[in-house]
């Protein structure tokens, strides 16, 4: 579960996060891809049938990685471990369209047909580790 700090720093954010899945072979797959968070469930849009939606099908356990240091010489960090599905079907595929469109500052026409070919990966996050590193003073 994610708590309001975790919540903050993910909407504080830039759009990228990585995500990491299971290959086959038991070696990770990482992949850069656009998030938005919603009741507690980290969202990322992809292209269905990929390798990273393939093992997710295969072994549901992923890790996330967001980091920051725009700036500052503060570098921050959130790494959640947790269970993803695949989302298919229309009916849940059009409020998650509207809202990354919203959160992309676009937002998408009723009339807008889904785009062939799409799924979201849905994530609940079971464990948050984070850090905060600053500069050694001296």
Request: aromatic share 6%; charged share 30%.
């Amino acid at each position: 579960m994610l708590d309001a700090d975790a919540l903050a720093f993910l909407e504080s954010e830039p759009d990228w996060m990585v995500l990491s899945t299971l290959g086959r072979d038991g070696s990770a797959h990482s992949v850069p891809l656009g998030y938005f968070v919603q009741n507690s469930h980290i969202y990322m849009g992809c292209r269905d049938r990929t390798q990273k939606v393939r093992n997710i099908e295969r072994d549901s356990r992923v890790t996330l990685l967001l980091a920051s240091s725009r700036g500052s010489a503060v570098n921050r960090g959130l790494m959640l471990r947790g269970e993803a599905d695949i989302l298919r079907e229309p009916d849940m595929l059009l409020p998650l369209l509207e809202q990354a469109a919203r959160k992309r500052g676009h937002p998408r026409a009723a009339d807008d047909p889904i785009p062939p070919g799409i799924a979201y990966i849905r994530v609940r996050p079971t464990r948050v580790i984070r850090w905060t590193l600053e500069p050694r003073k001296g």
